[in-house]
């Protein structure tokens, strides 16, 4: 006897309902390949002492925050140092800038590199002539980003607060974010990511400040954190997070669902120790900064399936054939 049409019906419904759980579940896709690392402890060619945020520049290049080197060290997407430039603060030898977060900001060609230990950002060319630099009311700033109207927002851990500034360097506005703001992530959307080193979350504010969405807390489970530092979107707006305390970074699709994640504490390939930022190119390659172990790491998305993709024929013959009651 044919099966009526609408049993029918409802049996593809639930299979494609059955499909969406699976994106979430068993499309928490393969973390990414190990390809290479470069840098060791030290300051000579190759060397890095702290590094803390990357940025990819349009010229193909990533521009890393060297941060007990007081540098600025640009490599290309191989590993292959090209060129540094000192980050120098006010001049007061006794008082190192530490640079820690670096922007590109396409409305201006500048670079926006943040001095932790000297409470400013400061404004250079790509290919490292300062400029000039600003900060009223800054205090321990973190990262920094810029949006495509060229407004510079910095993460100033010292105070919990997000605030924006003007090209310029003036003070346009600033909102709280409790727990030591420390990494920022502007979405094409033009919302903003914010993570709280201390209360172990990931926030997603408009640019004026009024809170979206939050998760996290602190642990050791799937979505929870330990000191959550560096963020990166991909094309598909899934949400990389470095979960420094953890030495591992996480996955989240767009609304914060969990998705995967890769890494252990060591030195070897894939391991992290103390990692600080994550950033991704359009090649399908993923760099992650480890403050601790002096080095970069790269991986590879690239002929990585996702785990739906590879299963779901199986699941799908099992469940037409058994139906709901026979799993």
């Given at each position: 006897?044919?099966?009526?049409?609408?049993?029918?019906?409802?049996?593809?419904?639930?299979?494609?309902?059955?499909?969406?759980?699976?994106?979430?579940?068993?499309?928490?896709?393969?973390?990414?390949?190990?390809?290479?690392?470069?840098?060791?402890?030290?300051?000579?060619?190759?060397?890095?002492?702290?590094?803390?945020?990357?940025?990819?520049?349009?010229?193909?290049?990533?521009?890393?925050?060297?941060?007990?080197?007081?540098?600025?060290?640009?490599?290309?997407?191989?590993?292959?140092?090209?060129?540094?430039?000192?980050?120098?603060?006010?001049?007061?030898?006794?008082?190192?800038?530490?640079?820690?977060?670096?922007?590109?900001?396409?409305?201006?060609?500048?670079?926006?590199?943040?001095?932790?230990?000297?409470?400013?950002?400061?404004?250079?060319?790509?290919?490292?002539?300062?400029l000039y630099s600003f900060g009223e009311g800054v205090l321990y700033p973190v990262e920094v980003e810029c949006d495509p109207s060229g407004f510079i927002y910095v993460a100033?851990?010292?105070?919990?607060?997000?605030?924006?500034?003007?090209?310029?360097?003036?003070?346009?506005?600033?909102?709280?974010?409790?727990?030591?703001?420390?990494?920022?992530?502007?979405?094409?959307?033009?919302?903003?990511?914010?993570?709280?080193?201390?209360?172990?979350?990931?926030r997603k504010y408009t640019t004026g400040g009024q809170l979206l969405q939050a998760w996290g807390s602190s642990g050791t489970g799937d979505g929870q954190f330990q000191q959550?530092?560096?963020?990166?979107?991909?094309?598909?707006?899934?949400?990389?997070?470095?979960?420094?305390?953890?030495?591992?970074?996480?996955?989240?699709?767009?609304?914060?669902?969990?998705?995967?994640?890769?890494?252990?504490?060591?030195?070897?390939?894939?391991?992290?120790?103390?990692?600080?930022?994550?950033?991704?190119?359009?090649?399908?390659?993923?760099?992650?900064?480890?403050?601790?172990?002096?080095?970069?790491?790269?991986?590879?998305?690239?002929?990585v399936t996702p785990a739906l993709a590879r299963s779901w024929g199986s699941l799908k013959s099992q469940y037409l054939r058994a139906g709901p009651q026979g799993r």
């Open positions: 006897m044919l099966a009526r049409p609408w049993c029918r019906c409802a049996l593809f419904t639930l299979v494609w309902a059955t499909s969406a759980i699976l994106a979430r579940a068993a499309f928490a896709d393969s973390p990414p390949v190990f390809v290479t690392m470069w840098g060791s402890l030290g300051s000579g060619q190759g060397q890095l002492d702290h590094p803390e945020f990357v940025v990819l520049a349009p010229d193909g290049l990533l521009y890393l925050a060297d941060q007990h080197n007081n540098r600025v060290v640009v490599y290309t997407r191989n590993g292959q140092q090209v060129s540094e430039f000192p980050v120098l603060g006010p001049g007061n030898p006794d008082e190192p800038p530490h640079p820690t977060g670096i922007a590109y900001n396409a409305a201006t060609g500048l670079l926006y590199v943040s001095e932790h230990h000297t409470h400013r950002i400061s404004a250079f060319t790509l290919s490292g002539t300062y100033s851990s010292g105070n919990d607060l997000v605030m924006k500034f003007a090209p310029d360097g003036s003070l346009l506005g600033s909102w709280t974010v409790e727990g030591a703001p420390y990494g920022l992530l502007l979405s094409p959307g033009g919302t903003i990511y914010v993570t709280g080193f201390y209360n172990a979350q990931v959550p530092e560096g963020m990166w979107a991909d094309a598909h707006g899934n949400l990389y997070v470095v979960d420094a305390g953890n030495n591992r970074v996480q996955k989240f699709a767009p609304d914060g669902a969990f998705l995967t994640k890769w890494g252990s504490m060591g030195s070897g390939p894939g391991q992290f120790y103390g990692l600080s930022d994550v950033i991704g190119d359009g090649d399908d390659n993923i760099y992650v900064v480890e403050w601790s172990n002096h080095r970069m790491q790269k991986f590879t998305n690239s002929g």
